[in-house]
């Protein structure tokens, strides 16, 4: 994690708008009856940080982390869909989908496919996590402040 980054966790209480952490989404993603937690962290140069912890033997297990430059995080029965800018190819993203591997007692990216998007305007758009619920509206990131 980025030093400047783990300054403004440690501050959350003291400043929470400048809070990096974004609000938390609880699904069962494992299969075992219980929801994990889902949260993503604003990083610098316009970088998501994604983690999914499973709660077992009284504490939290990160079954997931991965960073990048992050469009979005939607829920879909038990996989997340992350869809990311394409840095390489303009007018494209990817898409992949991280699923429960029992085997490896972790969320593994299983699907990966490149689609072509159209955006108005240049730029990358800001990154949200997508709540699970249809009747709840996204939660796009505050714009950041210098």
Do not use: F
Request: glycine share 8%.
């Amino acid at each position: 994690m980025y030093e400047e980054t783990a300054r403004a966790i440690a501050a959350c209480d003291t400043a929470p708008r400048a809070c990096p952490v974004m609000r938390p989404y609880y699904r069962d993603l494992t299969g075992n009856g219980r929801d994990e937690l889902i949260v993503g962290i604003r990083m610098p140069e316009q970088q998501v940080g994604v983690r999914v912890y499973l709660a077992e033997n009284g504490g939290l297990t990160r079954i997931m982390s991965t960073v990048d430059q992050v469009i979005s995080v939607e829920l879909a029965g038990r996989d997340l869909i992350m869809r990311v800018a394409s840095a390489g190819i303009p007018g494209y993203e990817y898409r992949t989908a991280w699923s429960w591997d029992e085997q490896q007692q972790s969320m593994l990216p299983t699907r990966d496919e490149i689609v072509r998007v159209r955006r108005p305007g240049p730029g990358v758009p800001v990154p949200r996590l997508v709540s699970p619920s249809p009747s709840v509206a996204p939660v796009p990131l505050p714009a950041e402040t210098p």
